[in-house]
């Protein structure tokens, strides 16, 4: 069992700067990338300056 | 099998290290916390993985050419004093101390990964990253150690990870304790549904290992972790149901043995093993009274000549009753006696600043981010870092873990977290700032990769 789940791990691992490699680029940073990425709610977005008036 | 498939591993990982900096920077984060080499047995166990990733990151930053920050926040200028007074420490150690130099070593490469931390780590997804390589590096140990307590059915004891420094019971207990609210916190804010029931089945087993640890003051911990979630979560109903039920699982589940060692805690005064470590609190006080700048230097009180030298002064501490010292040298057993006898009077104040400090400062993300929903994540992981940091505070009470990595990069991660939402609150500011790392991150980024950064040369 526990070799099993050493290999999970380093799948996990690989799965994880395999995602993160994508967001060291600067072109893509702040993009969300591979397995490991956050979860963006509706009340997570940005709110937008001036939107209320329209 | 294993060495073999760690071998294959590592050739990937270091080649994504070498081109991407980030990259390196969290394999470092993910071998202090994993410590692989506790689960390999061949060619592969002596290999220093977690130097390898340290030497890469920091050589991109050099590569880089990467200016330091000048604006530096209060919680790096804090994590500066302590490198420089434990290097201080260090030098004029008592020289008869063995272990002066290898318990240095570990906490200035803590350090040092702090204070290069907001030069890899300059927007949310790249802290977001960096919990998830935290978490399955600590949390993996929760879940071996987690399973085998319910396959043996309550029967297997947690001893710890022999090659970190989760080394015994009690050290385990606190590292699996910090790490809980972490997982939880990815637990909510993971986008993918497999990765968010790996993070809750990681953070049951993580708790199952705590109870595998026997460990009063892993107990404690849990116990005030408990109470303490339900009072700062958000989502207090969800959190209640949580707890409700781990806690009626866990106590369904503990052996009669469990119950009986968790039993002696009111009984702490007649218990030898409890009064043993009042007299090494005791010697620690007595070497720091004897140097209250520079302390004895790391873990003096565990050498024979240091501890023979002071365990007759205990003495002038006698206002607390305790048996005559053991003739063997003990661990100083209290994160506080342990910097006090190890770093001084000025040690103990900078760790106890530090600490106060990141408490502080995740307790203003959370006034700060109160008004804007899209920072609600950034609330709630300030709520989870002051947890950890909480049960840091108390099960670390009663044991020698002063020097755990995780606990300084939860003060850095905080610090780097204020920044964000700082940034995020007034654009103006921060585009005008520029500092406390950004530029280093951006030139990181800029560059690519080291491969491409050393081509260019």
């Given amino acids: 069992m526990e070799t099993l789940l050493f290999m999970m791990e380093l799948v996990a691992v690989l799965v994880l700067v395999a995602g993160a490699a994508g967001a060291s680029d600067a072109r893509s940073a702040g993009k969300k990338t591979g397995f490991f990425s956050y979860r963006t709610d509706k009340h997570d977005k940005k709110p937008v300056a001036g939107k209320a008036g329209r | ?457």
Wanted: net charge positive; with cysteine.
């Fill in chain 2, 1 to 457: 099998m294993r060495d073999l498939a760690m071998l294959g591993v590592m050739c990937v990982l270091v080649v994504m290290a070498i081109r991407r900096p980030l990259v390196a920077y969290l394999l470092w984060a993910w071998t202090a916390a994993f410590s692989p080499n506790y689960y390999l047995y061949g060619y592969m166990s002596s290999v220093r993985f977690n130097l390898i990733f340290a030497c890469i990151a920091l050589f991109s930053l050099l590569v880089a050419n990467a200016r330091p920050a000048s604006d530096f926040k209060a919680q790096q200028k804090l994590l500066l004093a302590l490198l420089v007074h434990a290097t201080l420490c260090w030098l004029f150690g008592y020289s008869t101390n063995g272990l002066n130099s290898v318990v240095y070593e570990g906490l200035a490469k803590a350090l040092l990964f702090c204070l290069v931390m907001p030069a890899f780590i300059n927007d949310r997804q790249r802290l977001h990253a960096l919990l998830v390589a935290l978490a399955i590096g600590m949390g993996f140990h929760g879940v071996v150690e987690g399973a085998k307590f319910i396959a043996s059915g309550g029967g297997h004891k947690v001893i710890g990870v022999a090659t970190a420094m989760i080394s015994d019971n009690n050290h385990f207990a606190v590292g699996q304790l910090m790490i809980i609210p972490v997982l939880y916190f990815l637990y909510q804010y993971s986008s993918h549904r497999l990765a968010r029931i790996g993070f809750l089945c990681a953070l049951i087993l993580a708790t199952f290992s705590v109870m595998g640890t026997f460990s009063r003051g892993g107990f404690i911990g849990l116990s005030a972790l408990g109470i303490w979630f339900l009072l700062s979560s958000r989502r207090k109903l969800l959190s209640l149901s949580l707890v409700a039920v781990v806690a009626l699982v866990l106590f369904q589940f503990a052996p009669d043995r469990w119950f009986d060692r968790i039993d002696t805690i009111s009984e702490a005064d007649q218990d030898s093993s409890f009064m043993t470590r009042v007299v090494a609190w005791k010697v620690s006080t007595m070497i720091a009274l004897d140097n209250p700048v520079f302390g004895g230097g790391f873990h003096a009180v565990q050498a024979l000549p240091v501890w023979s030298a002071f365990k007759d002064t205990i003495g002038a501490l006698d206002f607390i009753p305790t048996p005559e010292p053991p003739i063997v040298g003990r661990a100083a057993h209290s994160i506080y006696f342990e910097v006090l006898g190890d770093m001084g009077f000025i040690g103990l104040f900078l760790f106890l600043a530090i600490w106060i400090n990141a408490w502080r400062t995740a307790l203003s993300i959370k006034r700060a981010a109160r008004e804007r929903e899209d920072l609600t994540w950034a609330r709630d992981l300030s709520d989870m870092l002051r947890v950890s940091l909480l049960a840091y505070a108390i099960s670390g009470a009663a044991v020698s873990m002063a020097y755990f990595e995780l606990f300084y990069a939860y003060t850095a991660i905080i610090a780097v977290l204020e920044h964000y939402v700082l940034q995020q609150l007034s654009p103006a500011r921060s585009a005008a700032s520029r500092d406390y790392g950004t530029s280093a991150a951006r030139e990181l980024g800029a560059q690519g990769s080291l491969a491409r950064a050393t081509g260019a040369q």
